[in-house]
Structures are given as C-alpha cells and as structure tokens.
C-alpha cells in the first residue's frame, strides 16, 4: 500500500487541464461501453426469445414430418430441415449431464411445449467448450431421432460497429477537451496575469469578460492589485518623503559641525553625518527604483555606454578596468543598466579600492564586475540584496553603506528583464554577475 501511493501520484497527470479531461474522459467512455454493452445484452435476450418461440413452432412441424416420412426418406430431409441454431440426427440417445445453462433452459422450456403432448424424449447437455444441448425423441415406429441444439447468445454484431463507437468515443474526447478548456481558461489568464506582475507591482489588467463567476473573479483579482499597488506606492512614498525631508537638518548640522573647535570630535561627527546624508539618498534612489516611471528601451551601443561609464570613474581617479565587447547595439533601457553598473562598480570600489568589469554577448550580454576584497559568506551571497542588510564581518567595517545598493541594483535587473546574482571568487574575492536578454536591433 505504501509503495503504490507514490506510484499512483506519479501517474495522475500534474495539470489540472489534464486531470479534468482524464476524468471526464474516463467517466463518459465508462458510461459508452455500460450502455453498449446493456444495450447489446438486451438486443441479444430479444433475439433469443424470438428464436426460441420459433424453434417451438418450427420442431413441432419438423418432427411431425420426419414421423410420417418412410424411413429410407428420412435421412434425405436432414439437411433441409437443419436450421442455424440446431440440426436433425438419426442416432440413439446418449447419456449426459443435466440441462443447467439459462439458454438451453429456455430451448428445453419450448421443446417441451412442442413435444410433450405427442412425443416421449429426453434431454441432456453436451460437455464441451460451447454450450449444447441434445433432445432424444422416440418416434411412433419406435425410430430414435436426435435433435442437437447448439444455441446462439444472439444476432452476430456489423462489422462497422467498432468503427462508429470509436467515432462517438472520438466526439466525446473532443467535447471533453473543449468543455475542460473553457473551464481552465481563467485559471490560465491568472497566472499568466499574476506571472507579469513585475517587481514594480505595476497592476496588470485581468480581462473581466466570459461567465459570471469569471468575470467576478477577475474583477477581485483586478481590485486586490490596485490596492497592492496604493499600499506600496504610500510607503514608498513615505520612505521617498523622510529620505528628502533629511537632506535639510542634516545640512545644518553639517554647518554647525565645521564651527566647532574640537577637531576629532568635528571629524566623527562629519562622518556620521556623511552616511546618513548617503542613506537618505539611497532611500530615494531606492523608492524611485521600486516604484518611479519605467524607462523605454531603446537601441543602445552597450560598448559606448560601459566605455563611458569607465572613463568617468577613471577621470575621478578610480581603479576601473573594462574587458570585452558587445560589437552590436541592443535593445535596453540605458539609464537603468548604467545605474545597475555604476552600483555594482561603486560596491567593489568600496569594498576592494578597484574593479574590473568583464563584458561578454553572445546569446545574452552578459557584465562582470570583479574585485579582490573579502568575498561574502555563501549563506549571505542571496541576503545582501534584502534592502538594509550589511554583511559587516566579511566586508570592511570603515567603508559604512546603507545597505540598499545591492537592492537597487536587482530591482533595476529584473525592471531590464535580467539576473542579478553574486559569486565568491576561487581565488578571492567577488564577481557580480548580470545578464540580460540580448536583442539586436
């Protein structure tokens, strides 16, 4: 039993497309062959009544006939009385078991009506694969004469019946895909609905058409994105706010800091106002990230945009190195991928003081940036990108961080239909890893 559990879920098909039509299709090919096979059993007890009423008319002739012919004619008549169902012998009784099959009942039932009242005889059944019977009647010049019943279930079937219940089977596949298929359309529609809600939770419209309980579905299914939608855009609104508002007391602490006398108390405290003033514009890049207005793609030379983005860090004096082309424009949105680059860049410079980025296109551009820091705990590889987290036991202590440029920078991925993902490096150190559809214009 707990062996043909398993062995049972692995044969139940995985869809509920395929569980319906497999259940339909089961139950109506079940309900065709009950009804055929009633149908032809009732068929075949109908004809075997009417043989049966005409065997009795027909013996009681057949035997009075063969009573009066000489004995020298007899056997000439045999063959043109025999019938399909039974045949004539001039040959003295045997001995057999008695009659019990339901059909030679029946034939022995009309015999009897037949013969009873002129003739003596005898019955028996015949062993054997088929079921047969023998009647033994004692003509009146004392001549044994055998009639041998070889009883038929009933009228043999067309040859074009199998052809006509496969066709019914056929229409009643048909009609089961069809109905299975309207009913599992609306699931389909939601996922595929639910599968495009992006990361910007930017509500995706559910058609709201078909039966009522559908269109009631889609209508909730519509109303709970907008509200998603709402919650999010106030909190991301909220954060964007508290993030703006910061800038202007941080400003005038920063004021009053340089007035101070105490020059390592006049250090610490810039350095402190200096993170917040970069945590209160990561959570504006953050909120714009999450939720601000999608950038077109266009054509764009990724060589040009990574050359130039390079070149700026190098005029700022920072340790950056390209390797790699593209050799042809893609499709992309370009603000976005410089922003995931530039993050990424700016990450290892943070954490390493240089980085080299690697660019590879061939069925996907795909963009490395490599450094020789500390490298990241392989439990935490996933988790840097959760918004505020800092690894600070593997990362430099001095660097600070906010903790959300790893979580920008996989937002704007997945806005550019790509995979942000991070690597520990065999030899030390961290490879960020982005890919991206590659389409050429």
């Known amino acids: 039993m707990n062996t043909a559990r398993p062995l049972l879920r692995r044969l139940v098909p995985a869809s509920l497309f395929a569980r319906l039509s497999l259940i339909l299709l089961a139950g109506l090919a079940a309900a065709q062959l009950l009804t055929t096979t009633v149908t032809i059993d009732e068929r075949n007890d109908v004809t075997m009544g009417t043989m049966i009423d005409y065997v009795e008319t027909d013996l009681r002739t057949a035997v009075a006939l063969l009573d009066r012919l000489p004995p020298a004619e007899r056997p000439a008549w045999l063959p043109r009385l025999a019938r399909g169902g039974y045949r004539f012998l001039l040959t003295p009784p045997e001995s057999g078991p008695p009659v019990s099959a339901p059909h030679s009942r029946r034939l022995l039932d009309s015999v009897t009506r037949a013969l009873a009242s002129d003739y ?85 419209h559910m058609p709201e058409h078909g039966p009522s309980e559908v269109v009631r579905a889609a209508r909730a299914f519509n109303a709970m994105q907008g509200r998603i939608a709402a919650y999010v855009d106030e909190r991301l609104r909220m954060l964007a706010a508290i993030s703006h508002d910061l800038q202007t007391p941080i400003t005038r602490m920063r004021l009053r800091v340089e007035l101070m006398d105490d020059e390592a108390q006049q250090r610490r405290l810039t350095e402190d106002l200096q993170q917040l003033e970069d945590l209160a514009r990561q959570g504006i890049g953050y909120a714009r990230a999450m939720h601000g207005k999608p950038e077109l793609a266009r054509a764009v030379d990724v060589d040009d945009l990574l050359d130039s ?52 296109c061939d069925s996907a551009i795909i963009i490395r940036v490599f450094d020789h820091g500390p490298g990241i705990p392989a439990g935490a590889l996933e988790a840097v990108f959760e918004p505020f987290y800092r690894v600070e036991d593997s990362r430099n202590r001095d660097t600070g961080g906010s903790g959300l440029g790893l979580a920008i920078a996989r937002q704007l991925a ?28």
């Open 120 to 204: 003596a005889f005898s019955a028996h059944a015949v062993p054997g694969k088929r079921e047969r019977l023998q009647v033994h009647v004692r003509l009146s010049d004392g001549a044994p004469l055998t009639v041998d019943f070889l009883p038929r279930r009933g009228l043999p079937l067309s040859p074009w019946l199998p052809w006509v219940l496969a066709g019914q089977l056929a229409l009643v596949a048909l009609a089961c895909w069809l109905a299975v298929r309207q009913a599992t359309r609306p699931l389909r529609m939601l996922a595929e609905t639910a599968d495009a809600l992006g990361p910007d939770l930017r509500p995706v």
């Open 414 to 441: 997945a806005a550019l239909d790509g995979t942000l993902t991070l690597h520990n490096r065999p030899g030390g150190g961290l490879e960020a890893r982005l890919v991206l559809p590659f389409s050429r214009t």
């Open 309 to 360: 983005l390079v070149l700026d860090y190098r005029d700022g004096g920072a340790d950056v190195a390209l390797t790699g082309r593209c050799g042809a424009p893609a499709m992309t949105r370009p603000g976005a991928l410089r922003r995931v680059v530039t993050n990424l860049v700016d990450n290892a410079l943070k954490y390493a003081g240089a980085a080299q980025v690697v660019v590879e």
